[in-house]
Structure formats: C-alpha cells, structure tokens
C-alpha cells in the first residue's frame, strides 16, 4: 500500500532553516514524482516543489525561488524539501505528494501524507 510520511517541522524564528523529510513506501520512488504543497489555515492549497521521476525540479510558488529546494534520496525511499530564509507567510501544514501523471509535475495530486506543521514565529 502506498504510504508517504512527513517528518521535520517545526517551530523556527524568521530567517531559519528547516529540512522537511518524506519517507515513501508501498511504490517505486524512482518511478514516480513527488510534489510538496502546503496548506495554512483559511488558505487554499498551495503547491510549493516537484521533482520528477527523473530528477527534475521545478518551484510551483514563485515565493519559494532561491530558498527551497526539493531533492530525492531513492535509496532511502525519501524525498526532503529544504527550506532556507523562512517567512512568517511559510506558516502551514506541509504535505507532500504523488501525482496523477505519475512521474511528470503535471496535474494533481494522488495522495498524500497527514503532513508536518512549520511555524515561523519569533
């Protein structure tokens, strides 16, 4: 069965640095494409980083260019999300995700996680 398990959030003061993990199983990591996206109270659903199932990335929010960075370890089943320079406006619940084109950043979002809380919060 597909699982996919967030792990790393927290509470970090503006400026911080975060590392979000999601560990993978039930499925060929390699094989398919995993997005974070984030969801903040009151807030639509806000995708935030894909890679695909051949390593490229691309940033769905333009206000996370240059400070997040998603990569994939498929040996550890895992794929982290680093999140540099932290906002206030970061504040949400992380999930991250499969899509339904598989292993393309395209289209929505399969499953997903229960997801981790990052608050930015001096």
């Known amino acids: 069965q597909l699982q996919l398990v967030e792990s790393g959030g927290g509470l970090v003061q503006p400026g911080g640095s975060l590392r979000l993990s999601c560990a993978t199983s039930g499925f060929t990591l390699a094989d398919y494409a995993i997005a974070w996206f984030r969801q903040a109270p009151g807030k639509e659903r806000e995708g935030v980083s894909c890679i695909t199932s051949s390593g490229i990335t691309i940033n769905y929010a333009g206000s996370v260019k240059g400070r997040f960075t998603i990569s994939r370890d498929s040996a550890k089943n895992t794929v982290y999300l680093q999140m540099n320079s932290l906002k206030p406006e970061d504040t949400a619940i992380y999930h991250c995700?499969?899509?339904?084109?598989?292993?393309?950043?395209?289209?929505?979002?399969?499953?997903w996680g229960q997801g981790t809380q990052v608050t930015v919060s001096s």
């Open positions: 995700a499969t899509l339904r084109s598989r292993s393309s950043c395209l289209g929505s979002f399969a499953s």
